[in-house]
């Protein structure tokens, strides 16, 4: 069974730009959850889907947002790029909210200049 | 979701087990301890996961002690490929469960030749 994949794998953008990031989760796997990591904060929630609704929410601001779509294929998209914005997106599928194991796709490697 | 604490680095030799320890003296009834790694710049890794008893697979075995305030992951066969960061989590599964993972800092294995 194929992992999840994340496109694009890298990608360079300008400040006040804004860009999108996909995720196909696992075949089967209907939540998707988004994660932003970078060097001094670690790895942050930032929201996660399931049955195409946000079912919880991290505290980022609003220039981050997201949908999921009919085949449980998540976007994320941020608006307004800052230079902090820059980090490793990562996406995680599992079966449903309650279940017990989120498995991680390789990411979107972010750079804002 | 109670907190972990892993030393911050250890190595082995190629070939050798590695036994990673984690301690969760906090740790609720009801949460499981999981174990993922990531290597460098890669998305996390599921490696195991266990509520009380010991389990093993393909890649590790999970040992959690009987009063469940600690455990250890252990790769049998350490290989030059095993060498990442290694995060223990503790975490409600099922019913309730949060959506969102919480790493810490993790414990790096260098595996050397």
């Known amino acids: 069974k194929a992992g999840v994949t994340q496109t694009p794998r890298y990608l360079i953008k300008t400040r006040g730009q804004q860009v999108t990031l996909s995720c196909s989760p696992i075949s089967g796997h209907r939540s998707v959850s988004w994660y932003q990591q970078t060097p001094g904060q670690g790895l942050q929630f930032l929201f996660e889907?399931?049955?195409?609704?946000?079912?919880n929410k991290g505290n980022f601001p609003g220039r981050f947002s997201g949908r999921q779509f009919s085949n449980s294929r998540s976007e994320m998209n941020v608006s307004t790029l800052e230079l902090g914005d820059s980090a490793l997106y990562l996406c995680a599928s599992r079966w449903d909210p309650l279940g017990e194991t989120q498995y991680f796709g390789p990411g979107t490697r972010l750079l804002v200049l | 979701d109670a907190k972990t604490t892993q030393p911050p680095s250890m190595d082995c030799a190629e070939g050798r087990a590695a036994n990673l320890p984690c301690n969760h003296s906090?740790?609720?009834?009801?949460?499981?301890v999981y174990w993922y790694r990531q290597i460098h710049s890669q998305g996390p890794q599921y490696i195991i996961h266990g509520l009380k008893n010991n389990e093993t697979n393909e890649m590790a075995s999970l040992i959690i002690t009987e009063d469940r305030k600690s455990s250890t992951l252990i790769l049998p066969h350490a290989t030059l490929r095993d060498t990442a960061v290694y995060y223990c989590i503790v975490r409600v599964a099922g019913a309730g469960a949060n959506s969102k993972l919480t790493f810490g800092k993790g414990i790096t294995l260098s595996v050397r030749p």
């Open positions: 889907y399931f049955s195409e609704t946000q079912r």
């Open positions: 906090t740790i609720s009834g009801n949460e499981y």
